[in-house]
């Protein structure tokens, strides 16, 4: 059984601090959305994630079905790209030995021995410029339901920061 739990959130994060986001120049700390807002489903609890230095996380999980959900955001200065930070997320995902593959509409699918799921990365500008990303990821009690909440998730958290 796969167990992507906390070593799966830890490495998740630690890609995100990896693209050097946080190191941008900013006085104001990220904004973060309520999981309602993300609207996962029923059975869903909050458990608690270390936020990478300068930023903020929030983690959720589904024991029942073995989904877990976790966003993280950092401050972003105005010269923040998100082609630039995909990349090096690609690169920081992949030095973990995970592997990546982008969809069509940006969603980024990962692989690898603790953990399969999908990574959502965007800038917001309201009320705070960041750079958040929400990855929902599974282990293999329910993979294809988590990977149909995880689609569903990470489009409706797409559409609602463009």
């Known amino acids: 059984m796969k167990g992507p739990g906390k070593f799966g959130l830890a490495m998740i994060a ?7 986001v946080g190191a941008q120049p900013t006085n104001t700390a990220p904004a973060m959305p309520k999981l309602s807002d993300l609207n996962p489903g029923e059975g869903w609890a909050e458990h608690g994630v270390i936020a990478p230095e300068g930023g ?27 082609a630039p930070m ?4 690609k690169l920081a995902l992949g030095a973990a030995k995970l592997a990546t593959r982008e969809d069509e509409d ?10 399969d799921g999908l990574v ?3 800038l917001e500008s309201k009320p ?21 909440i995880c689609l569903r998730t990470l ?5 609602d920061s463009k």
């Open 86 to 89: 995909r990349a090096s997320l």
């Open 128 to 148: 705070n410029r960041s750079a958040q990303l929400l990855a929902c990821y599974w282990n293999d009690r329910e993979p294809a339901r988590c990977e149909a």
């Open 120 to 122: 959502g990365l965007h």
């Open 56 to 82: 903020q996380a929030r983690a959720w999980s589904d024991p029942a079905d073995g989904c877990h959900l976790a966003l993280f955001a950092l401050p972003a200065g105005e010269n923040v790209g998100l």
């Open 14 to 20: 630690s890609a995100l601090v990896a693209t050097g």
């Open 155 to 159: 489009d409706a958290y797409n559409k």
């Open 106 to 115: 940006g969603i980024l699918r990962i692989t690898g021995a603790a953990v």
